[in-house]
């Protein structure tokens, strides 16, 4: 019902900087929360920050000051810039959105981004 399309990771120097974007498209009447998520080679896959409809986000506490998530609401899409980047910053990031489908729907449903790879090397 909902897809989302990612862009943006790749390959990047530490100290370097990258900007994923990510849109969703479908049945969408609102979307509560849109998010990243990161997941390294043989490690769980981790909140890294969240914005809701209002405004309101959270960071992961290794990304804070590093990292800033934003939202433009009329083109559900949810952008994360990524500043000062480090090795360990390198894993997939899978962007998520948390979706009303109609008018009147007493539940969200959570849809995920099919994942882009960041990788911080030198």
């Known amino acids: 019902q909902v897809q989302l399309v990612e862009s943006g990771g790749g390959l990047v120097q530490p100290g370097g900087s990258l900007r994923l974007s990510c849109a969703a498209f479908?049945?969408?009447?609102?979307?509560?929360?849109m998010g990243w998520y990161r997941q390294a080679p043989g490690k769980q896959r981790d909140l890294v920050a969240s914005?809701?409809?209002?405004?309101?986000?959270n960071y992961e506490d290794s990304v804070k000051g590093r990292f800033t998530i934003s939202r433009d609401n009329a083109k559900n899409t949810v952008y994360l810039q990524m500043n000062s980047l480090k090795s360990e910053d390198t894993a997939i990031y899978y962007c998520?959105?948390?979706?009303?489908?109609?008018?009147?729907?007493?539940?969200?449903?959570?849809?995920w981004g099919q994942g882009t790879q960041v990788t911080v090397s030198s």
């Open positions: 914005e809701t409809s209002g405004g309101s986000t």
């Open positions: 998520y959105a948390d979706v009303f489908n109609t008018l009147g729907a007493r539940y969200q449903n959570r849809y």
């Open positions: 479908g049945r969408i009447f609102s979307i509560a929360v």
